[in-house]
């Protein structure tokens, strides 16, 4: 009888890929994140005309780079967006 129903035959609990480097979990939507100050930060930014692309240089360069920054530059158009 078909019943069209999945079921698992086999659990498998090695992993087929390589894990991802370090310094780039940051860049994992999950881990993406802009906090209540940054985004204080970004509506000043806004206000005295600065860019999103070069406000993300500017938290970088005060988070010691980019992959200390917690966000990219598209989260910060979303954000400029709201």
Not at 23 to 41: F, S, T, V
Not at 55 to 62: G, I, T
């Amino acid at each position: 009888v078909y019943t069209e129903r999945w079921y698992v035959s086999n659990h498998n609990f090695q992993h087929n890929h390589e894990f991802l480097n370090g310094c780039y979990i940051g860049m994992l939507p999950i881990h993406r994140k802009i906090n209540n100050a940054d985004a204080l930060q970004i509506s000043n930014f806004r206000t005295v005309g600065v860019r999103p692309p070069h406000m993300h240089v500017s938290f970088a360069n005060s988070s010691g780079g980019y992959e200390n920054v917690g966000f990219v530059s598209k989260d910060i158009y979303n954000e400029v967006a709201r």
